[in-house]
């Protein structure tokens, strides 16, 4: 997903240019001038809490196949942010939850293979059984806050730090 180069206009047919828009570099269309705006996909993250535990899902596909991570996926075409992040936690943890609260809202670029993100993190407290790994996983378990692995120890620092409470 990586953003496709785009030679010609996907209206006109024209060869598009390079030029200043809206105060950036773009390709443009001189003929009919489409622009053609790089935006990030929107993802959601379910940072998933259970009696002071993570849900934690190991990944079965790029990108980050084989790491650690929170349940997370792509915010799908009549969606809000909070039922992608539902969705995906049921999908990938097998899993049900409530939101508690909006954690934060920032920008990620993956390089591997999607680009620019504009990623939605939630706090969510599981409210169902034990969890169930879905197709694209190869893994999901509960984790102390002592044993998250490094990389999401930093990044769930400000919700290690409040006790991982999801009331």
């Given amino acids: 997903m990586v953003p496709i180069d785009y030679r010609y206009c996907p ?43 993570f849900l934690l899902i190991k990944r079965g596909i790029a990108p980050k196949k084989g790491f650690w991570g929170t349940p997370s996926g792509f915010i799908e075409s009549g969606e809000t942010p909070e039922e992608a992040c539902l969705r995906e936690l049921e999908e990938e943890a097998g899993v049900s939850g409530e939101i508690q609260r909006l954690i934060r809202v920032g920008r990620r670029e993956d390089t591997e293979l999607y680009g620019d993100m504009l990623v939605v993190s939630y706090l969510v407290k599981v409210v169902s059984d034990e969890p169930v790994a879905g197709d694209e996983v190869d893994e999901v378990r509960y984790y102390d806050a002592s044993e998250l692995p490094g990389y999401l120890a930093f990044a769930l620092r400000d919700i290690v730090e409040e006790g991982g409470r999801a009331n």
Avoid at 36 to 42: D, F, G, H, S, V
Avoid at 44 to 52: E, H
Wanted: hydrophobic share 35%.
């Fill in 11 to 53: 209206v006109c047919s024209t060869p598009l240019i390079e030029g200043m828009v809206d105060g950036r570099v773009r390709k443009y269309c001189p003929e009919c001038r489409f622009v053609r705006y790089e935006n990030p996909l929107p993802v959601v993250v379910a940072v998933a809490v259970k009696d002071g535990r």
